[in-house]
């Protein structure tokens, strides 16, 4: 009786080690198959994964298309351990009647944080500096050695003004920076004054920033929204700052503008083709690059961690919410899959 209640159980995939007690949280409602190492999963690979489950917890560059969903009759719900979903083909997970959830909200200050560490390490050549230093070039100081670019006082321009936007406005207070910010629809007035933070057009944003950071989702319509036309209207001064993801930037043009001197540094924690960098872009000494951590402060991943899985039990209709995860990108799946 016992082992026949143990195969009646949900099965879930865990796509990703997470942390051992979120793991175990999974194992009190399902039979959990839980990776121990990393993978760089295909679409092809994810489908056979999800054959016969009936949930997954998921990270954000697992792609799940329309083929894996054919395979996958029993899937119900995937939770994504992360805000961004374009890893997911969510018109067929929506077809299909199969749950799609993320982790909004717990990430938005580290993630703001970090949006920081790239500004300042860009502007002040903090990669370049370093590198220097563990070559053994450096020989005594130098009143000209790495002058970097001023940060207090310039103009911070911010490309999607959402909650991690807004975060990352709130910070400029203290660099006395004004703050311009460009978005699909007006912010409130009383969160304008809170972020001091000012509505222009695209072109003028692009045109005004010293230093301008992407904060968008990536949609089709965003695809390249930065690419050779927008880069050639901001400040040959100017520092970029890429914490969204990978594929809003040309990383092709924003590379051919850092080593021509059309824009003077950015800093980089996503790439179009990720983990895979184009080519130039680790040559050039103008760029910091990180990989795709900024949401990795151990407090931050805990708490996604245990959003995907509050998602998943509840999704599979166990827990306080049962039936009613908290972060659902398709409701309209939620009936289907009930």
Request: glycine share 8%.
């Amino acid at each position: 009786m016992a082992a026949q209640q143990t195969r009646a159980r949900p099965r879930v995939w865990v796509s990703r080690p997470l942390f051992d007690d979120m793991t175990d949280r999974l194992r009190e409602y399902f039979d959990v198959q839980a990776e121990t190492e990393d993978h760089a999963w295909t679409a092809a690979q994810v489908g056979e994964k999800l054959r016969d489950m009936h949930g997954a917890v998921l990270g954000v560059s697992d792609p799940v298309d329309a083929r894996a969903i054919a395979q996958a009759p029993r899937l119900r719900v995937l939770a994504n351990t992360a805000v961004g979903y374009d890893n997911l083909d969510l018109a067929a997970l929506t077809a299909a009647g199969i749950v799609a959830t993320n982790t909004p909200d717990v990430l938005n200050e580290a993630v703001a944080d970090f949006a920081w560490a790239l500004l300042l390490a860009a502007a002040r050549r903090v990669g370049e500096g370093e590198r220097y230093l563990r070559a053994g070039r450096w020989q005594g100081s130098s009143f000209h050695l790495l002058l970097g670019g001023e940060v207090h006082g310039r103009t911070l321009g911010i490309l999607g003004m959402g909650r991690i936007g807004q975060a990352i406005a709130r910070r400029a207070i203290g660099f006395r920076m004004p703050v311009i910010y460009h978005n699909r629809s007006r912010l409130e007035a009383t969160v304008e004054r809170e972020c001091n933070a000012r509505y222009a057009s695209r072109d003028e944003l692009l045109r005004n920033a010293d230093y301008l950071v992407l904060v968008l989702p990536l949609t089709p319509a965003n695809r390249h929204a930065i690419g050779t036309a927008e880069l050639a209207l901001m400040k040959p001064t100017a520092t970029l700052v890429n914490i969204a993801r990978g594929g809003i930037v040309d990383d092709a043009a924003l590379a051919a503008a850092l080593s021509e001197g059309r824009l003077a540094a950015a800093g980089l924690d996503v790439f179009e083709n990720e983990p895979a960098l184009y080519a130039r872009l680790p040559t050039l000494d103008n760029v910091v690059l990180t990989p795709h951590i900024a949401s990795a402060s151990l407090d931050t991943r805990r708490a996604m961690a245990g959003v995907a899985v509050d998602n998943l039990i509840a999704a599979l209709g166990f827990g306080a919410h049962a039936g009613r995860p908290p972060n659902v990108l398709n409701p309209e799946a939620l009936q289907t899959s009930a």
